[in-house]
């Protein structure tokens, strides 16, 4: 089912368990709420605002953990599509957010920009090293959303791609596209690693592997999850040198926000979060057009998790 959170909810809910509590704060009022537990207090299951990417998987990854942590008898708050990573995570830092879905490699390279680790032991161990005191990651899944260079079939062939390095022939009458902030994250890379300097780079966000059907780009940041990959016949060019790390769906948390039981739940779901059932759920939701707390909740059912 689907279900929305907003701040009237929220606030119904705050009274109600105040005025069972007998009253608020030190002023008596019931919506005085300074002297509450805080969300990672030992109290119950605690509270979770859960915030999540300007995309549908995150959306759905999202609402995986707020359904599962209600079943826990969390009180969740969600927040979604906020925006790009740069908006988010200086939310999640503040405790603005306490929860969202993250990809390992991604979040390595957004906070320590001279990152090499590759594999997800590799990533993760530089994550605990380098995240600030405000923050934890938990347990990462076997789920993984890596980017890609991808391109049409017919541009494979017209031009002879067939890894990241061969763009490198070519990639000067190219145009890409990709999210609003590709360009930022990985111009100086591309050029760097595989000498791939592109004539023009287009902020396709959601709409990438359509612009590369249709045409408006020839090369698209597809991630490899994304059921369009297949639909639109495209071809992911290999990443010889692994410019892009291992990207394994990880929550990012704010540490003294999360109570035990967000821990524990969440961590039940990325034992159990696979890539093939990520891009079954995508699947559903990119070309079956169903919504994704639906789609949630049926994942969450069928794996005993709600």
Same mark, same amino acid.
């Given at each position: 089912?689907?279900?929305?959170?907003?701040?009237?909810?929220? *606030?119904?809910?705050?009274?109600?368990?105040?005025?069972?509590?007998?009253?608020?704060?030190?002023?008596?009022?019931?919506?005085?709420?300074?002297?509450?537990?805080?969300?990672?207090?030992?109290?119950?299951?605690?509270?979770?605002?859960?915030?999540?990417?300007?995309? @549908?998987?995150?959306?759905?990854?999202?609402?995986?953990?707020?359904?599962?942590?209600?079943?826990?008898?969390?009180?969740?708050? =969600?927040?979604?599509?906020?925006?790009?990573? =740069?908006?988010?995570?200086?939310?999640?830092?503040?405790?603005?957010?306490?929860?969202?879905?993250?990809?390992?490699?991604?979040?390595?390279?957004?906070?320590?920009?001279?990152?090499?680790?590759?594999?997800?032991?590799?990533?993760?161990?530089?994550?605990?090293?380098?995240?600030?005191?405000?923050?934890?990651?938990?347990?990462?899944?076997?789920? =993984?959303?890596? @980017?890609?260079?991808?391109?049409?079939?017919?541009?494979?062939?017209?031009?002879?791609?067939?890894?990241?390095?061969?763009?490198?022939?070519?990639?000067?009458?190219?145009?890409?596209?990709?999210?609003?902030?590709?360009?930022?994250?990985? =111009?100086?890379?591309?050029?760097?690693?595989?000498?791939?300097?592109?004539?023009?780079?287009?902020?396709?966000?959601?709409?990438?592997?359509?612009?590369?059907?249709?045409?408006?780009?020839?090369?698209?940041?597809?991630?490899?999850? @994304?059921?369009?990959?297949?639909?639109?016949?495209?071809?992911? #060019?290999?990443?010889?040198?692994?410019?892009?790390?291992?990207?394994?769906?990880?929550? *990012?948390?704010?540490?003294?926000?999360?109570? @035990?039981?967000?821990?524990?739940?969440?961590?039940?779901?990325?034992?159990?979060?696979?890539?093939?059932?990520? #891009?079954?759920?995508?699947?559903?939701?990119?070309?079956?057009?169903?919504?994704?707390?639906?789609?949630?909740?049926?994942?969450?059912?069928?794996?005993?998790?709600?």
């Amino acid at each position: 089912m689907r279900r929305m959170f907003g701040t009237a909810a929220v *606030l119904v809910s705050a009274v109600l368990t105040l005025a069972a509590c007998g009253g608020g704060g030190s002023t008596g009022n019931p919506l005085d709420t300074t002297s509450a537990a805080p969300s990672g207090s030992a109290s119950g299951g605690g509270k979770a605002v859960i915030g999540s990417f300007d995309f @549908d998987e995150s959306v759905l990854l999202a609402s995986i953990y707020a359904q599962a942590l209600e079943a826990k008898g969390v009180q969740v708050e =969600e927040k979604p599509r906020i925006g790009s990573r =740069e908006a988010v995570y200086d939310q999640v830092k503040s405790g603005g957010l306490t929860i969202v879905p993250e990809y390992n490699g991604n979040l390595l390279a957004f906070i320590d920009q001279a990152a090499t680790a590759a594999t997800t032991d590799e990533v993760n161990t530089a994550l605990k090293e380098k995240l600030p005191a405000e923050l934890e990651v938990l347990d990462s899944s076997p789920a =993984e959303d890596k @980017d890609t260079l991808s391109v049409t079939k017919d541009t494979q062939t017209k031009q002879s791609l067939t890894t990241m390095e061969d763009l490198a022939k070519a990639s000067k009458s190219m145009i890409v596209g990709g999210p609003p902030e590709f360009k930022k994250r990985w =111009e100086a890379r591309f050029k760097e690693v595989y000498g791939v300097e592109f004539k023009e780079w287009k902020p396709t966000g959601p709409t990438t592997a359509d612009a590369l059907k249709d045409g408006t780009i020839q090369v698209g940041n597809v991630f490899s999850t @994304d059921p369009k990959i297949a639909a639109n016949n495209l071809v992911p #060019l290999q990443d010889t040198k692994n410019i892009f790390p291992a990207q394994n769906v990880t929550p *990012l948390l704010h540490k003294a926000s999360a109570s @035990d039981t967000i821990r524990t739940t969440l961590n039940g779901i990325s034992a159990k979060l696979t890539t093939q059932s990520l #891009l079954e759920m995508m699947q559903k939701i990119s070309v079956n057009k169903d919504e994704p707390a639906m789609v949630a909740e049926e994942w969450l059912t069928s794996n005993g998790l709600a």
